[in-house]
C-alpha cells in the first residue's frame, strides 16, 4: 500500500504543479486582459477628452462669431439711426424754411423737373395760400424755356410740400419728401462719408 500511497501522492504533487501552472497562466491572461482593457479605456478617456476639448472650442468659436456679428449689427443700427436723424432733420429743415427761401428752391427744383409739353402744376392748400405773387409768370417761363406751356391750377393735392406736375393725366410727384425718397440711397451714402 505505501507504493499505492507514494503513486498518489504524486498525482497529487503533479495535479497541484499543473493547477498552479494553470493558475499562473490565468493570471498571466487576466493581467494581459486588464493592461489591454486599460489602455483601452485610457485611449477612450484620451479621445472623449479631445471631442470634449474640441467642442468646447467650436461652442467658444461659435459664441465670439455670434458676439462680433452682433456688434457689427449694433454698430450699423446706430449708424443707421445717425443716417436717418441727419436725413430727417435736413428735410425738415427744407421744409420749414421761410416763404421766401422756400419757394426759391422750389422755383429750382421746377427748373429741373419741367419739360417740353402742356401742363398743370399743383402744390398743398398750404403752399397755394403762401405762393409769392409772381410765380405763376416763373412757372410759364420755365416751361417755355424747354419748349412748353405750364399752367397754375388753383386745386390743391394732398401733399406736405413741393408740387405735383402734370402732363397729360400722368403726375408727377415732385414733393419733397418723394425727393428725400428717391434720392435716400445717395443721402445715406454721402452722409456716411461725411460722418464716417
Not at 499543473?18 to 493581467?31: G, M, R, S
Not at 471631442?51 to 472650442?57: C, G, L
Not at 421766401?100 to 427748373?111: H, P, Q
Not at 419741367?114 to 398743370?120: K, L, S
Request: with cysteine; charged share 30%.
Amino acid at each position: 500500500m505505501a507504493g499505492i500511497n507514494g503513486i498518489v501522492s504524486e498525482i497529487l504533487q503533479d495535479a497541484e504543479k499543473k493547477a498552479e501552472a494553470i493558475l499562473a497562466e490565468a493570471n498571466k491572461k487576466a493581467d494581459a486582459v486588464k493592461e489591454e482593457a486599460k489602455a483601452r479605456a485610457d485611449a477612450y478617456a484620451a479621445s472623449a477628452a479631445t471631442a470634449a476639448q474640441k467642442k468646447a472650442e467650436d461652442v467658444k468659436h461659435r459664441a465670439a462669431s455670434q458676439a462680433a456679428l452682433e456688434k457689427r449689427q449694433a454698430i450699423l443700427a446706430a449708424k443707421q439711426d445717425i443716417i436717418d436723424g441727419v436725413i430727417n432733420e435736413a428735410y425738415n429743415k427744407l421744409a420749414s424754411t421761410d416763404d421766401a427761401s422756400y419757394f426759391e428752391m422750389i422755383g429750382r427744383l421746377l427748373k429741373k423737373a419741367v419739360h417740353a409739353g402742356e401742363g398743370e402744376i399743383r402744390f398743398s392748400e398750404n403752399d397755394l395760400k403762401r405762393l409769392p405773387a409772381g410765380f405763376a409768370a416763373e412757372a410759364a417761363a420755365a416751361a417755355e424755356a424747354v419748349g412748353g406751356k405750364l399752367t397754375l391750377s388753383d386745386v390743391p393735392v394732398a401733399i406736405e410740400n413741393g408740387f405735383v406736375l402734370v402732363y397729360g393725366g400722368i403726375e408727377e410727384n415732385c414733393s419733397l419728401k418723394a425727393l428725400f425718397a428717391s434720392m435716400r440711397d445717395q443721402l445715406q451714402d454721402k452722409v456716411n462719408a461725411a460722418i464716417w
